[in-house]
């Protein structure tokens, strides 16, 4: 094998010239007749090209919206609108961690017996689904005073199977699916669009619809509760999402404003609305009011006959209900407070609590009811603030990942429906507030990242017609790339950003070496005194062309190498790798054909002018 490898390295070869390269003499025939029919159809060929890039619009930025003749062609032809909405926008793509997280949210003044019990039944049947190894759930807080968690906030991890081969499978609709097995079998289309696979951690979760129109349930359907608002996301996003913007969903709006409860009748109304959204899983206000307190209202007069001090009686309730640390005990190195507190059952109910006796300086045992008022009443279980002001919370779980096309429906929604009251205002939290602080980011970083480039481009090649030609390949390549994100159902991301901005780069380096080689054959055939007519100009672009076609098919082949297997791949962070490299693949693919047909032309006509400006120059 070494032996192999220091005789292709070291030992000196011989070059074998593009034309009787075989890879290039078959290129060049294949290319040969496309080349002649764009230059000789020079202006169609331009015209074509404009219009594919001008296709990528509607795919874009939706049918209804796009200019001039997107309304005309929605109104007569909706299945063409329905099928081009425009892609939608999301921060990040999801990203498969392994597990999932349910995060319930239920009433506020619901018991530590009933919150006990709902933990169990969930868990008891979210762990019937095969696909679930272990579940691990928590209610209220820990033992901590960092963790502001309710009583009514349920956590409870979902540890999957692994091994994803024995996850349920299901069968899937693709577009060969009518064709003989045997013609899908020996083509390898099941092996690329398998036609049953496992189900996916979406499908397992919201459930599915099998091809014969049945509903298959997922976990969201088996945990179902009255009163019970079901959330579900991965672990180690939730806490990142709650330590960033507090919010644990995809979505939070929160209101702000000075009164607690009609902070929560906005919510309530607002709630209801979003709800009617497509898109929309669940919306649950936050309840601002709901909580129950017992209040002692204690009677100065009555204490007062009595001897006694309100300091004297809020001891014994401390005492008595909430406890008092008298002491501390050492065992062995650990300390334990010693915390005085009446039993259970002396404390555990309006009566029970009315009889506590209170001691008096005469020695005398009086009965707290005797004393104040004890009354359950109902108040805020939460006091949320946010720049100083009351905010009310909803917290809002959707279906489709396309979160700012959701909340432009969501903002149009509201403006027709809810009427905000002076002094109050909505804020959207949740990945939306990621999405426009990347946008506000991108909109400064973009331009000047292009303006640099131009002036590279400038200060390498020292011309503006070769730098706008090396930069027409960026809108070449975009034709593919928005196309195969819509074809693949992808959203605009930061993902598809950044494999964007790679295959711009890719496609100005491809760009500049074509426009150098058509370049290096004209002057060549010009210093040889072979540019007089415009025949002999056909023949310098046409040798510069065929010369460049083995580099640019060998750069777009090994790229696809490298990421078409992408599309197919599985596990976690495959969502984000799909979404890097379909721009790219899709990209590379129009700037391939594009520049092999449309460069030459291009440079066609503008030398052609100048041709003919020296030759009249030489005949007068």
């Excluded at 959203?491 to 890719?506: D, E, P, T, W, Y």
């Amino acid at each position: 094998g070494w032996a192999i490898l220091a005789g292709m390295l070291l030992v000196p070869q011989k070059i074998i010239h593009e034309r009787v390269n075989p890879i290039s003499w078959v290129l060049q025939r294949l290319y040969h007749p496309f080349f002649v029919a764009a230059m000789k159809l020079r202006y169609v060929t331009l015209t074509v090209a404009v219009l594919l890039v001008l296709s990528t619009i509607p795919p874009l930025i939706g049918l209804k919206a796009t200019p001039l003749v997107g309304p005309w062609l929605a109104e007569r032809f909706p299945a063409l609108a329905r099928a081009l909405p425009g892609l939608g926008r999301e921060f990040m793509p999801p990203l498969d961690e392994g597990d999932l997280l349910y995060m319930p949210t239920t009433d506020p003044a619901i018991s530590v017996t009933k919150a006990r019990q709902l933990l169990q039944q969930t868990d008891r049947l979210i762990k019937t689904f095969p696909e679930v190894h272990h579940v691990f759930g928590k209610i209220g807080r820990a033992e901590t005073a960092t963790d502001p968690a309710p009583l009514s906030m349920v956590e409870t991890t979902i540890m999957l199977e692994p091994d994803r081969t024995r996850w349920r499978k299901r069968r899937v609709e693709r577009w060969f699916s009518s064709l003989p097995e045997g013609l899908k079998k020996y083509t390898g289309l099941t092996y690329f669009w398998p036609e049953v696979r496992p189900i996916t951690v979406e499908e397992l979760s919201y459930g599915w619809t099998a091809p014969d129109g049945t509903n298959v349930p997922g976990l969201d359907d088996v945990v179902a509760f009255p009163g019970v608002t079901n959330a579900w996301t991965m672990p180690i996003k939730t806490r990142i999402d709650m330590l960033s913007t507090g919010i644990k969903t995809p979505v939070g709006i929160k209101i702000m404003g000075d009164n607690l409860a009609t902070l929560g009748g906005l919510a309530e109304r607002i709630a209801a609305e979003v709800r009617t959204l497509p898109g929309t899983l669940s919306a649950y206000p936050e309840k601002t009011v709901g909580g129950k307190y017992v209040e002692f209202d204690i009677n100065r007069d009555e204490i007062a006959r009595y001897g006694l001090r309100v300091m004297d009686v809020q001891d014994v309730i401390l005492t008595a209900l909430g406890g008092m640390n008298i002491t501390q005990t050492v065992e062995g190195l650990e300390r334990y407070p010693v915390n005085l507190r009446y039993k259970r059952e002396l404390r555990d109910n309006l009566p029970a609590l009315r009889r506590t006796l209170v001691p008096t300086p005469a020695g005398a045992q009086v009965p707290l009811t005797q004393l104040a008022e004890v009354r359950i009443v109902e108040g805020p279980p939460m006091i949320r603030s946010e720049n100083s002001r009351k905010t009310a919370w909803i917290f809002v779980d959707l279906t489709t990942t396309d979160v700012v096309g959701w909340i432009d429906r969501a903002k149009a929604l509201l403006a027709e429906r809810v009427e905000i009251p002076a002094g109050y205002n909505l804020v959207w939290s949740g990945q939306y507030e990621y999405i426009q602080e990347a946008t506000s980011r991108l909109k400064f970083i973009i331009p000047l990242t292009a303006v640099v480039i131009v002036l590279l481009l400038y200060l390498h090649s020292r011309s503006w017609f070769r730098t706008v030609v090396v930069l027409l390949a960026v809108p070449f390549s975009l034709v593919g790339a928005v196309w195969i994100l819509w074809l693949l159902d992808y959203h605009l991301s930061l993902a598809v950003f950044i494999g964007m901005i790679a295959l711009a780069g890719l496609d100005a380096e491809t760009g500049m070496v074509m426009l150098l080689y058509l370049d290096n054959s004209y002057e060549r055939f010009k210093a040889a005194g072979r540019m007089n007519s415009i025949g002999e100009l056909w023949d310098a672009i046409h040798d510069g062309a065929v010369m460049r076609i083995r580099p640019k098919t060998m750069t777009v082949a090994t790229t696809f190498i490298g990421l078409v297997p992408l599309l197919w791949a599985e596990g976690t962070g495959a969502d984000t790798m799909r979404r890097l490299a379909a721009p790219m693949i899709g990209g590379l693919t129009t700037s391939f054909i594009m520049e092999l047909l449309i460069y030459p032309v291009i440079f066609m006509v503008a030398k052609q002018f100048e041709l003919r400006r020296l030759q009249r120059v030489a005949a007068t």
